[in-house]
Protein backbone atom coordinates (compact mmCIF):
# COMPACT_ATOMS: atom_id res chain seq x y z
CA UNK A 1 0.00 0.00 0.00
CA UNK A 2 1.64 3.03 -1.23
CA UNK A 3 1.98 6.39 1.29
CA UNK A 4 -0.54 9.15 1.22
CA UNK A 5 0.65 11.98 -0.60
CA UNK A 6 0.01 14.69 2.34
CA UNK A 7 1.72 11.53 4.64
CA UNK A 8 5.08 12.34 3.15
CA UNK A 9 8.69 14.42 4.11
CA UNK A 10 8.32 15.82 0.06
CA UNK A 11 4.71 17.08 1.13
CA UNK A 12 5.82 18.78 4.31
CA UNK A 13 9.25 20.50 2.53
CA UNK A 14 7.03 22.08 0.12
CA UNK A 15 4.70 23.12 1.89
CA UNK A 16 7.08 24.50 4.63
CA UNK A 17 9.00 25.95 1.48
CA UNK A 18 5.59 27.50 0.13
CA UNK A 19 5.56 29.51 3.42
CA UNK A 20 8.40 30.08 3.68
CA UNK A 21 8.27 31.99 0.26
CA UNK A 22 5.01 33.95 1.37
CA UNK A 23 6.86 35.22 4.48
CA UNK A 24 9.61 36.08 2.60
CA UNK A 25 7.64 37.57 -0.70
CA UNK A 26 4.16 38.99 1.12
CA UNK A 27 3.91 38.97 5.02
CA UNK A 28 7.46 40.53 6.11
CA UNK A 29 6.99 43.56 3.52
CA UNK A 30 3.60 44.41 4.22
CA UNK A 31 4.30 43.86 8.12
CA UNK A 32 7.42 45.78 7.78
CA UNK A 33 5.63 48.70 6.43
CA UNK A 34 2.85 48.52 9.22
CA UNK A 35 4.69 48.59 11.90
CA UNK A 36 8.21 49.10 11.65
CA UNK A 37 11.75 47.28 10.64
CA UNK A 38 12.12 45.97 13.81
CA UNK A 39 9.28 44.15 14.28
CA UNK A 40 8.62 42.86 10.73
CA UNK A 41 12.50 41.30 11.63
CA UNK A 42 11.39 39.71 14.84
CA UNK A 43 8.13 38.52 13.33
CA UNK A 44 10.13 36.98 10.30
CA UNK A 45 13.23 34.96 12.32
CA UNK A 46 10.37 34.11 15.17
CA UNK A 47 7.92 32.85 11.93
CA UNK A 48 11.21 31.22 10.44
CA UNK A 49 12.35 29.36 13.77
CA UNK A 50 8.66 27.87 14.60
CA UNK A 51 8.62 26.59 11.00
CA UNK A 52 11.58 24.89 10.90
CA UNK A 53 11.03 23.09 13.91
CA UNK A 54 7.63 22.21 13.19
CA UNK A 55 9.07 20.65 10.20
CA UNK A 56 11.49 18.43 11.82
CA UNK A 57 8.52 17.42 13.95
CA UNK A 58 6.30 16.92 11.22
CA UNK A 59 8.52 14.58 9.55
CA UNK A 60 9.85 12.60 12.96
CA UNK A 61 6.45 11.91 13.81
CA UNK A 62 5.75 10.06 10.62
CA UNK A 63 6.52 6.34 12.33
CA UNK A 64 9.54 4.47 10.44
CA UNK A 65 10.72 7.90 9.25
CA UNK A 66 14.39 7.73 10.86
CA UNK A 67 15.83 10.42 12.36
CA UNK A 68 18.17 11.55 10.14
CA UNK A 69 15.51 12.23 6.96
CA UNK A 70 14.17 14.95 9.07
CA UNK A 71 17.53 16.86 9.49
CA UNK A 72 18.20 16.56 5.84
CA UNK A 73 14.69 17.63 5.15
CA UNK A 74 15.20 20.84 7.61
CA UNK A 75 18.96 21.66 5.73
CA UNK A 76 17.84 21.56 1.95
CA UNK A 77 14.54 23.77 2.99
CA UNK A 78 16.81 26.00 5.10
CA UNK A 79 19.15 26.65 1.70
CA UNK A 80 16.15 27.26 -0.22
CA UNK A 81 14.83 29.93 2.62
CA UNK A 82 18.15 31.65 3.76
CA UNK A 83 19.86 31.13 0.16
CA UNK A 84 17.95 31.08 -3.00
CA UNK A 85 15.17 33.34 -2.20
CA UNK A 86 17.49 36.06 -0.93
CA UNK A 87 19.66 35.75 -3.89
CA UNK A 88 16.42 35.41 -5.81
CA UNK A 89 15.61 39.05 -4.26
CA UNK A 90 19.07 40.74 -4.53
CA UNK A 91 18.70 39.62 -8.10
CA UNK A 92 15.31 40.95 -8.57
CA UNK A 93 16.18 43.78 -7.37
CA UNK A 94 19.27 44.57 -8.93
CA UNK A 95 17.57 44.37 -12.17
CA UNK A 96 14.82 46.58 -11.50
CA UNK A 97 16.55 48.93 -9.46
CA UNK A 98 20.37 49.02 -10.88
CA UNK A 99 20.75 52.77 -9.39
CA UNK A 100 20.49 51.99 -6.33
CA UNK A 101 23.62 49.02 -6.96
CA UNK A 102 25.53 51.60 -7.69
CA UNK A 103 29.04 50.51 -6.37
CA UNK A 104 27.79 47.45 -5.14
CA UNK A 105 29.04 44.29 -5.74
CA UNK A 106 26.16 41.64 -6.42
CA UNK A 107 28.79 38.80 -6.27
CA UNK A 108 29.80 40.04 -2.51
CA UNK A 109 25.55 39.87 -1.93
CA UNK A 110 25.87 36.07 -3.24
CA UNK A 111 28.22 35.09 -0.94
CA UNK A 112 27.52 36.78 1.88
CA UNK A 113 24.43 35.11 1.62
CA UNK A 114 26.14 31.65 1.51
CA UNK A 115 28.19 31.97 4.48
CA UNK A 116 25.33 32.82 5.96
CA UNK A 117 23.98 29.79 5.42
CA UNK A 118 26.78 28.00 6.65
CA UNK A 119 27.08 29.86 9.49
CA UNK A 120 23.48 29.40 10.58
CA UNK A 121 23.19 26.01 9.44
CA UNK A 122 24.35 24.30 13.12
CA UNK A 123 22.15 26.22 14.69
CA UNK A 124 19.26 25.23 12.50
CA UNK A 125 20.32 21.68 12.75
CA UNK A 126 20.57 21.95 16.61
CA UNK A 127 17.10 23.14 16.87
CA UNK A 128 15.90 20.88 14.48
CA UNK A 129 17.49 17.49 15.78
CA UNK A 130 15.45 18.99 19.67
CA UNK A 131 12.05 18.66 17.90
CA UNK A 132 13.02 15.26 15.96
CA UNK A 133 14.02 13.77 18.89
CA UNK A 134 10.94 15.22 20.45
CA UNK A 135 8.88 13.63 17.49
CA UNK A 136 10.26 9.83 17.45
CA UNK A 137 9.48 10.31 21.65
CA UNK A 138 6.03 11.30 20.79
CA UNK A 139 5.38 8.41 18.27
CA UNK A 140 7.47 5.70 20.66
CA UNK A 141 4.42 6.81 23.41
CA UNK A 142 1.73 5.98 20.87
CA UNK A 143 2.96 2.64 20.16
CA UNK A 144 4.76 3.27 16.55
CA UNK A 145 8.22 2.38 16.54
CA UNK A 146 10.61 4.30 13.90
CA UNK A 147 13.73 3.09 13.39
CA UNK A 148 16.76 5.15 14.67
Known amino acids: MQPKLWNSPAFLMTVTTLFL ?12 A ?15 VLTF ?3 ALGISLRAGTPRMRSMTALAAVAF ?3 VLFKVLYFWIDHRANPQNWVGYD ?5 MATLVSY ?7 LLLGS ?9 TRKWGAHPPS
Open 21 to 32: GVNFWVILPSFT
Open 34 to 48: NHGDTAGNALYIGSR
Open 53 to 55: LLL
Open 80 to 82: IDQ
Open 106 to 110: LNGHF
Open 118 to 124: ILFCPVI
Open 130 to 138: GASLFGNWI
